[in-house]
């Protein structure tokens, strides 16, 4: 069974920065693809960010562009994010995944049903 563990959510102040991590337990270079997800309660999942196998292509959704880095490092197997100049409505709760189907881009990536994490939650006050 795959596990992935985030770590890194808290509390801050609108400006301020924090950075996700998400821990694999498993070689997440034979991963095609991994992100991040958030979610507020009541409303849909929105993904985030995300990044392919060979790091070649990054992709983030729109409201976070320019502010949120997704990067990760294969040696430690770990999927970071690292989101800076946050804003109140980043407040949330988030998620990594990984493998699945479909482009790897924030619209139509669909992760494997058992590769999530259970949540991180950040919350930014004004």
Aim: overall charge positive; charged content about 20%; aromatic content about 8%.
């Amino acid at each position: 069974q795959v596990l992935l563990v985030e770590s890194g959510g808290g509390s801050v102040q609108a400006g301020g920065s924090l950075r996700l991590s998400c821990k694999a337990s498993v070689n997440i270079d034979s991963l095609y693809c991994m992100g991040w997800f958030r979610q507020i309660p009541g409303k849909e999942r929105e993904g985030v960010a995300t990044i392919d196998r060979h790091v070649s292509r990054k992709t983030y959704t729109e409201s976070v562009k320019g502010r949120f880095t997704i990067s990760k490092d294969n040696a430690k197997n770990t999927l970071y994010l690292q989101m800076n100049s946050l804003k109140p409505e980043d407040t949330a709760m988030y998620y990594c995944a990984a493998g699945g189907a479909g482009r790897c881009d924030t619209a139509n990536w669909v992760p494997a049903n058992n590769l999530w994490g259970q949540g991180t939650q950040v919350t930014v006050s004004s």
